[in-house]
């Protein structure tokens, strides 16, 4: 199958597919994102001393709300130094 044909086909299939409205669109990836971050919360506080473990989870919520990972990379290779 050639690119143009596997295009047009999808293409097809999107047409016939009900588009999600934006709001349904955003719940969704936030309930995904959201379910994550408990998720990795666990892991960290379950993989590391009680103080390690705080410091990383605010590094964490940090980096979220700032927009950079590095704070919470940053963290994590304090730790791995240690």
């Known amino acids: 199958m050639g690119t143009k044909k596997i295009r047009s086909f999808l293409d097809e299939m999107d ?3 009900p588009h999600k409205d ?7 990836k936030a309930s995904h ?3 994550s971050s408990i998720n990795m919360v666990q892991l960290i506080k379950e ?3 009680p103080a390690q473990a ?3 989870i605010k590094r964490f919520y940090l980096a979220i709300k700032n ?5 919470f990379q940053h963290g994590i290779k304090k730790f791995k130094d240690d």
């Open 15 to 17: 047409a016939l597919l």
């Open 22 to 28: 934006k709001h349904n669109i955003v719940e969704a």
């Open 33 to 35: 994102i959201i379910t």
């Open 47 to 49: 993989n590391y001393p």
């Open 54 to 56: 705080d410091e990383l």
């Open 67 to 71: 927009g950079n990972p590095r704070k």
